[in-house]
Each structure stands twice: as C-alpha cells, then as structure tokens.
C-alpha cells in the first residue's frame, strides 16, 4: 500500500472512528492520522481506559470494519 492509499484509507475510517469513540475531537483525530498505536492512546485518555481495555476495542472495531493501517 502506497501513502496515497494509506491517507484515502484513513480519509474512509476516520468517521466511523469518530461514530464509534465520539469523545474524539478533530485535534485528536489528526494527531492519530491513521495511527493505531495513536489511536489507543488517545482512547485511553479521553474514556480513561486502561491499556488493554483500549486495545481490545481498537481490535474488536478492526474486526468488524478492516482498516489499513
């Protein structure tokens, strides 16, 4: 997958990403761009999640929406 792919891939996911964790802000979600590891922690701060509960969301959502990272 080029850059370009990744970017539209991500353009695709960041609603769905916002429907499921809405606590996101728009700040946040650029800081993430497409970065699950970014992706996590920002859900660990904003819903106060500890590592591995934020992990398995991350997981079970991917499971059911097959993003590119």
């Not at 946040?28 to 761009?33: A, T």
């Not at 996590?40 to 590119?68: F, L």
């Amino acid at each position: 997958m080029n850059k370009d792919q990744a970017s539209g891939n991500w353009k695709e996911f960041k609603g769905k990403v916002k429907e499921k964790w809405g606590k996101l802000t728009d700040d946040d979600m650029q800081i993430i761009n497409g970065k699950r590891d970014q992706l996590i922690g920002k859900i660990q701060a904003r819903y106060g999640y500890e590592k591995d509960r934020a992990e398995k969301e991350v997981s079970d959502w991917e499971r059911s929406n097959k993003p590119h990272w």
